[in-house]
């Protein structure tokens, strides 16, 4: 069992070795003229801006395998990719790659790199196989959506480690020049000890498909995938994931004590929003007194929106990520960025390829992942909820099997809509 204890005797052992020679066939092949070969799995909106972001690392950085669960998304997105990089797009008719077993064999080319764009329930296997392959990989957030799939991508990044291997993680607020200067500044002392933290990630839905007549109940729910939890992780996973890895960030990247939340679905409750929660309200505990609080919102027309992290010290206040700045007794405002932090995630990738130094993101993409989970379970359950205790949790979203012939874990009501959990009625398992 992963104890709170055990991850913090683990963290800062990855903390100390954040990077690891890659074997010099490795590193030669990445020096070399060949350049480096990439394949993309998942090829949404998601997926495909992060190809033309790695290919905007460098010229020798081609895109030659593609996969998607769908067939008739691989040729328009590889059209897409090849009006903006029609040099680097190489990738022939029999390389495009669909269905469950898509992603094996995308693995099973000579690429170098695989960039992880799935609908996040597919993560853990997805990182899984590339990692066992033995690729270099980028994994977009959240990274796995249930404990038993932690364990599998924990172990996939300690494998990665032990081959040299980068692992990349789509949390991209850290790789945005001017959070990280406010996050240094903060971790030197800049606004005194963290009091407390609040994490704002308040706005619309994610677009909602409608339920097509030819469309069975599973390829809908993959379809409309950002909507339901097994598929998503609800909006802990794909939303304020990012705000509570930014609190994370300022607080060291230890776990919490604990954490208790406040949740619901007032709003949308059509069948298109699935059986997710369109409002999140979670407490963060950790052992120096400081808490951290979570807000989520995703109801539409609501006229106040905002993504915002407010750090609150005892000699000022950091104010992030827009127009970033420190408020207080050592005030300072950062400059604005040069670069999109999509574009630098994929440079220093490959730049940290080219030198043999691959970035491993693994410590911090878990305990991320882990947070979300934790949000998602205490407003689902209206518990309050240690970390040692999520950390023992046995719901596992995997299906038994994966084909068009399988039976999604959600099932709508006889009026079309789907259950939700209900806080004091579901039970943490």
Request: proline share 5%; aromatic share 10%; charged share 20%.
């Given at each position: 069992?992963?104890?709170?204890?055990?991850?913090?005797?683990?963290?800062?052992?990855?903390?100390?070795?954040?990077?690891?020679?890659?074997?010099?066939?490795?590193?030669?092949?990445?020096?070399?003229?060949?350049?480096?070969?990439?394949?993309?799995?998942?090829?949404?909106?998601?997926?495909?801006?992060?190809?033309?972001?790695?290919?905007?690392?460098?010229?020798?950085?081609?895109?030659?395998?593609?996969?998607?669960?769908?067939?008739?998304?691989?040729?328009?997105?590889?059209?897409?990719?090849?009006?903006?990089?029609?040099?680097?797009?190489?990738?022939?008719?029999?390389?495009?790659?669909?269905?469950?077993?898509?992603?094996k064999h995308v693995m099973e080319t000579d690429v170098?790199?695989?960039?992880?764009?799935?609908?996040?329930?597919?993560?853990?296997?997805?990182?899984?196989?590339?990692?066992?392959?033995?690729?270099?990989?980028?994994?977009?957030?959240?990274?796995?959506?249930?404990?038993?799939?932690?364990?599998?991508?924990?172990?996939?990044?300690?494998?990665?480690?032990?081959?040299?291997?980068?692992?990349v993680s789509g949390l991209c607020w850290r790789y945005?020049?001017?959070?990280?200067?406010?996050?240094?500044?903060?971790?030197?002392?800049?606004?005194?000890?963290?009091?407390?933290?609040?994490?704002?990630?308040?706005?619309?839905?994610?677009?909602?498909?409608?339920?097509?007549?030819?469309?069975?109940?599973?390829?809908?729910?993959?379809?409309?995938?950002?909507?339901?939890?097994?598929?998503?992780?609800?909006?802990?996973?794909?939303?304020?994931?990012?705000?509570?890895?930014?609190?994370?960030?300022?607080?060291?990247?230890?776990?919490?004590?604990?954490?208790?939340?406040?949740?619901?679905?007032?709003?949308?409750?059509?069948?298109?929003?699935?059986?997710?929660?369109?409002?999140?309200?979670?407490?963060?505990?950790?052992?120096?007194?400081?808490?951290?609080?979570?807000?989520?919102?995703?109801?539409?027309?609501?006229?106040?929106?905002?993504?915002?992290?407010?750090?609150?010290?005892?000699?000022?206040?950091?104010?992030?990520?827009?127009?970033?700045?420190?408020?207080?007794?050592?005030?300072?405002?950062?400059?604005?960025?040069?670069?999109?932090?999509?574009?630098?995630?994929?440079?220093?990738?490959?730049?940290?390829?080219?030198?043999?130094?691959?970035?491993?993101?693994?410590?911090?993409?878990?305990?991320?992942?882990?947070?979300?989970?934790?949000?998602?379970?205490?407003?689902?359950?209206?518990?309050?909820?240690?970390?040692?205790?999520?950390?023992?949790?046995?719901?596992?979203?995997?299906?038994?099997?994966?084909?068009?012939?399988?039976?999604?874990?959600?099932?709508?009501?006889?009026?079309?809509?789907?259950?939700?959990?209900?806080?004091?009625?579901?039970?943490?398992?």
């Amino acid at each position: 069992m992963t104890t709170r204890r055990s991850f913090l005797k683990t963290s800062m052992a990855a903390g100390a070795a954040l990077t690891m020679p890659l074997t010099l066939a490795r590193s030669a092949h990445a020096g070399g003229t060949d350049g480096f070969r990439v394949g993309l799995v998942g090829c949404g909106g998601r997926g495909c801006g992060a190809a033309a972001n790695a290919m905007n690392a460098g010229d020798d950085v081609r895109l030659v395998a593609m996969a998607d669960l769908f067939e008739d998304r691989l040729v328009p997105a590889r059209d897409r990719l090849k009006k903006i990089h029609p040099n680097q797009v190489q990738v022939d008719d029999d390389h495009l790659f669909h269905g469950f077993d898509a992603y094996k064999h995308v693995m099973e080319t000579d690429v170098d790199v695989v960039l992880l764009a799935a609908a996040s329930h597919f993560h853990p296997m997805h990182l899984q196989a590339a990692i066992a392959a033995g690729k270099h990989v980028f994994c977009e957030k959240p990274h796995a959506l249930d404990i038993p799939g932690i364990k599998s991508a924990t172990q996939s990044c300690k494998e990665a480690q032990q081959k040299g291997l980068a692992v990349v993680s789509g949390l991209c607020w850290r790789y945005d020049h001017a959070v990280r200067e406010t996050i240094q500044r903060v971790r030197d002392g800049a606004i005194g000890d963290i009091i407390s933290i609040q994490e704002n990630y308040v706005g619309g839905p994610y677009n909602a498909k409608e339920r097509q007549p030819a469309w069975s109940e599973l390829e809908y729910q993959l379809q409309n995938w950002y909507h339901f939890n097994w598929l998503s992780g609800d909006q802990t996973g794909q939303q304020l994931i990012h705000s509570i890895d930014k609190g994370s960030w300022a607080l060291g990247d230890v776990p919490p004590l604990k954490a208790w939340g406040l949740g619901g679905r007032q709003v949308c409750v059509e069948p298109k929003y699935g059986d997710q929660f369109d409002h999140f309200s979670v407490v963060f505990e950790y052992a120096n007194g400081v808490r951290m609080y979570g807000y989520c919102r995703d109801i539409p027309g609501c006229k106040f929106n905002e993504t915002s992290d407010i750090i609150f010290g005892t000699k000022g206040k950091a104010f992030m990520p827009n127009r970033c700045r420190i408020e207080g007794e050592n005030p300072w405002r950062a400059s604005k960025p040069q670069e999109g932090m999509y574009n630098v995630e994929q440079k220093e990738l490959f730049q940290s390829l080219r030198q043999g130094q691959p970035i491993d993101n693994g410590n911090t993409m878990i305990l991320s992942s882990i947070l979300a989970i934790l949000a998602q379970m205490v407003s689902y359950t209206g518990e309050e909820i240690t970390w040692d205790q999520v950390m023992t949790s046995t719901l596992d979203f995997s299906l038994p099997f994966y084909s068009w012939d399988a039976e999604p874990p959600v099932q709508p009501n006889a009026d079309g809509t789907y259950p939700t959990p209900l806080p004091g009625v579901t039970k943490f398992v």
